[in-house]
């Protein structure tokens, strides 16, 4: 067993940052799932440890469980919500990391789930028609962050042709803005918090590539808060540090007394017997003393 879970872990290390992202999510989703049916069967509380993980709009609840804000962009409740997103988040991310680098992706999978999770905070708290809802509603699933993916390389990249099957080549910023108008139609639907919060992500990636393009201050910031995520998801190596004691007046100049008392001593001896008397070791040592 332990060969197994060392071998997925060597082969986790080796993948880049988008299948990383894919791997967590299907390993997380897998092993809540089989969690579910231990609960099933030995009758233990589940639901109790999910809902602590996943983000809640009243902010009396959030305030004990914020961690809640980067934990529920991982879950998913079935496996179509976790197949849709994880194709998504594939397409685009296969895209964007051509062109930008992987610790973007990461950056804006993560700043743009979290920013979904604020407007959608925001929404409830603040929408009267979403008010009376707000003890009840929680958010979960990755779409924010995989919209925030998608609409980012869509503007970085606006006329990119991507062929798609019985429709044939169709620009990103066109599948970009589709998915948008369709979140936006979509919130007097059922999953009004979901399709908020993919809002939220949406904005942020397109907010994040037009800051990126203008290198401004804010664009600093961003840069700022990427290199923070990144660390965080870097492993770190120790480094020895090795000090070496500097040497005092007296060793230095007792050093360089002896070196040159090797160097009259060569001399002496080729005044006496001429240069040919002199070893190899001799002859390398003026050679080296002549080009100082």
């Given at each position: 067993?332990?060969?197994?879970?060392?071998?997925?872990k060597k082969d986790f290390l080796r993948q880049n940052i988008l299948n990383k992202l894919i791997y967590i999510n299907i390993g997380l989703f897998l092993c809540f799932s089989i969690l579910n049916v231990f609960?099933?069967?030995f009758q233990f509380e589940l639901n109790s440890t999910l809902n602590k993980l996943y983000l809640p709009a009243e902010n009396t609840i959030l305030i004990k469980q914020p961690w809640s804000l980067l934990t529920y962009m991982f879950l998913h409740k079935g496996i179509i919500h976790l197949a849709l997103n994880m194709i998504w988040l594939y397409f685009a991310g296969k895209i964007f990391i051509e062109y930008l680098k992987p610790e973007q992706l990461l950056s804006i999978y993560l700043l743009g789930g979290i920013s979904g999770g604020l407007l959608f905070i925001i929404a409830y708290n603040y929408i009267p028609v979403l008010e009376p809802l707000l003890s009840n509603v929680k958010a979960i699933g990755a779409s924010a962050s995989v919209l925030a993916v998608m609409v980012a390389i869509a503007t970085y990249l606006p006329n990119y042709n991507v062929n798609?099957?019985?429709?044939?080549?169709?620009p990103l910023k066109l599948i970009?803005?589709?998915?948008?108008?369709?979140?936006?139609?979509?919130?007097?639907?059922?999953n009004t918090g979901g399709h908020i919060a993919h809002l939220g992500g949406a904005?942020?990636?397109?907010?994040?590539?037009?800051?990126?393009?203008k290198k401004n201050t804010s664009s600093n910031f961003i840069k700022f808060l990427i290199k923070k995520l990144n660390s965080i998801f870097k492993r770190?190596?120790?480094?020895?540090?090795i000090y070496k004691r500097k040497n005092s007046d007296y060793e230095f100049n007792k050093k360089r007394a002896e070196h040159q008392k090797k160097i009259d001593n060569i001399l002496e001896k080729i005044a006496k017997s001429g240069y040919d008397s002199l070893n190899k070791v001799e002859k390398d040592l003026l050679f080296t003393e002549s080009k100082k």
């Open positions: 067993m332990s060969n197994i879970l060392n071998n997925i609960s099933f069967m798609l099957p019985l429709i044939g080549n169709i970009a803005i589709v998915c948008v108008i369709l979140d936006i139609l979509s919130i007097p639907s059922e904005f942020f990636g397109y907010i994040y590539i037009k800051q990126l393009k770190k190596t120790k480094v020895k540090s």
